[in-house]
């Protein structure tokens, strides 16, 4: 008897356990994403300026980056707390 070549795909594959849900994990996680696709657009706007030669709005965007990077200290402060406090991922993140 022949059989089809259609192997069977299992949708996780059995190297990946799964992780329990957590919706503060979620929260935060989101967070630091939000926080660091600000920056993402905060150092391309940057660049363009510099390149542009204008020293003004560098300066000001400047002190807008250095906001969103202690954003991004405590988003992250507050996601490693979570972790080591919950232990909701298993040990996806230490340090
Ligand atoms: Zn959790």
Partial sequence: ?????LRTVSPLPSSERAIPKCPEYD????????????????????????????????RRLDKQLERVMSEQERSLGALRKHLKEHHCQGRKISG
């Fill in 1 to 5: 008897m022949f059989s089809a070549g």
């Fill in 27 to 58: 929260r935060l996680t989101a967070c630091v994403q939000v926080i660091l696709g600000h920056l993402v657009h905060l150092t391309t706007r940057h660049l363009e300026v510099f390149q542009s030669g204008d020293y003004g709005a560098c």
